[in-house]
Structures are given as structure tokens and as C-alpha cells.
């Protein structure tokens, strides 16, 4: 008996249907989208009171700084193509600086090491004042660079822990100076099968935000970041790799 029953309503709603749109076709000939849209609103009810819309959607700026490190694989700080480089990299942040404060929008700033030694040798430091006055953020961007300080050069190395403490201490004098700022932020590539050494190195050198980081392996695939609600853990898990 209930087969029957259920065999009936079926039959029921599918006529409905079939006569709900033998009756009103939107795609019937005669009638543009617009017309739709306009027939829709009209029968739509209108609400009593104001609907509350949804929050809106918070958009900040990611500004990395790049070291310069050419073929040799070396950044000689007191070379004129290292002068030249922070510079332009200098008018490039000012520029970015004023776009976003016509925009309204806020921006995290993640520094090499270089970049903040220079500026501090410099004492060049207004800017960087300003930059945290109006809301941004400052921190660390670590590449697989350390630092010479007998040659004053920055070159190439295989010590995650340098990357790390190096840069970090440039990025922490310009902000002891400034005298405002907290270097929380970091950014640093690690290759897939590594990932555990991230979650200790944060930790370490007090890092609490990773901004990058893993997700920047998919540049290697993609050419841009993959971001992902769900970061993946830093264990050297494959099923646990973003790549």
C-alpha cells in the first residue's frame, strides 16, 4: 500500500511541474533576462525591517622584499648595486604606502635582513615610523640567506636556524629603534619533507604568525600561492603536504 501511495505523490509532482512550467517558462521566447529579474523582484515580498547584510570583506596587502643576489649568490652591503636595490626598493613601499592609504587598505610588510640593515645605517627610519603609525604591520621574510658579519655580506647557506636569527635580528634593531612595531610575522620557504623544522623555528624566535611558508611550494607548480583555510601540519607527513 505504501508503494502505491509513494507511486501517486510522484506522479502528482511531476505534473505540477510539468504544468508550472507549461504555464510560466522563463526561457519562453519574449522574455530577456532582464524581464525575468524585474517579474522575480516584483514578486519577491518586501521585508518590514532592514535585512542586516553580510560583514565585509577585509582586504590586506602581502609586501615581500626580496634580497638581490645575482649570479654569485652574494649581496655585498656596501656595494653600489645593493644601494641602488633598497632604493628602488624604497620608492616601490612609498608607492604602495600612499596607494593604500587612499584605498583603505592595510598592509603587512616582510623584510630581509638587508633591507632593514641599510635603512638603519641610514638612519632612514621616517618611513618605516610612518608605515606602523598608519596601521601596517612589519616582519620577517627569510630566504635561505645568512650573513657575514667579519665580510658584511649577505650569501647563500644551507642553515635553516641562520635564516631564521639572522633576519630576525636586522628586522628587531630597526624596530628597537623605532621604538614601536612587534616582529611576529614570518615568511620562510621550506622544502616538502622539512616542514617539522617551521613549527620548532617559529617557536624559537617567537614567531606565532606564518604568513607564506609552506604554501609557497605550489609556486614551483601553479607560478603563485595556493592558500588554504586548513594549513597543513608541520610534520613530515606526505599526506600531510600541501605539494
Not at 606602523?132 to 650569501?155: Q, R, S
Request: proline letters at 4%; glycine letters at 6%.
Amino acid at each position: 500500500m505504501k508503494k502505491y501511495i509513494v507511486l501517486v505523490v510522484i506522479v502528482i509532482v511531476f505534473l505540477a511541474a510539468y504544468l508550472l512550467f507549461t504555464l510560466w517558462n522563463p526561457f519562453q521566447s519574449g522574455k530577456n533576462p532582464e524581464d525575468i529579474l524585474n517579474e522575480l523582484c516584483s514578486n519577491h515580498p518586501s521585508p518590514k525591517v532592514s535585512e542586516k547584510g553580510e560583514p565585509p570583506i577585509h582586504v590586506i596587502f602581502v609586501l615581500h622584499i626580496e634580497p638581490c643576489m645575482g649570479k654569485s649568490s652574494y649581496m655585498h652591503m656596501g656595494a653600489s648595486k645593493t644601494i641602488q636595490e633598497y632604493n628602488k626598493v624604497k620608492r616601490e613601499l612609498l608607492w604602495l604606502t600612499y596607494f593604500c592609504s587612499q584605498k583603505g587598505v592595510k598592509m603587512t610588510a616582510l623584510f630581509n635582513g638587508w633591507y632593514m640593515q641599510i635603512a638603519l645605517r641610514k638612519n632612514d627610519l621616517k618611513y618605516l615610523t610612518d608605515f606602523l603609525k598608519d596601521g601596517h604591520e612589519i616582519g620577517t621574510h627569510a630566504h635561505n640567506i645568512c650573513y657575514d658579519d667579519v665580510k658584511d655580506v649577505w650569501h647563500q647557506c644551507n642553515q635553516p636556524d641562520r635564516w631564521f636569527a639572522d633576519a630576525k635580528k636586522a628586522i628587531d634593531d630597526v624596530l628597537s629603534k623605532i621604538g614601536m612595531g612587534k616582529n611576529r610575522v614570518m615568511c620562510a620557504t621550506f622544502l616538502k619533507g622539512k616542514y617539522v623544522k617551521e613549527c620548532s623555528l617559529m617557536q624559537k624566535y617567537g614567531y606565532d604568525i606564518g604568513l607564506g611558508n609552506r604554501p609557497e611550494i605550489a609556486l614551483n607548480y601553479f607560478g603563485h600561492i595556493v592558500w588554504n583555510p586548513w594549513r597543513a601540519s608541520c610534520v613530515n607527513v606526505y599526506s600531510l603536504c600541501l605539494a
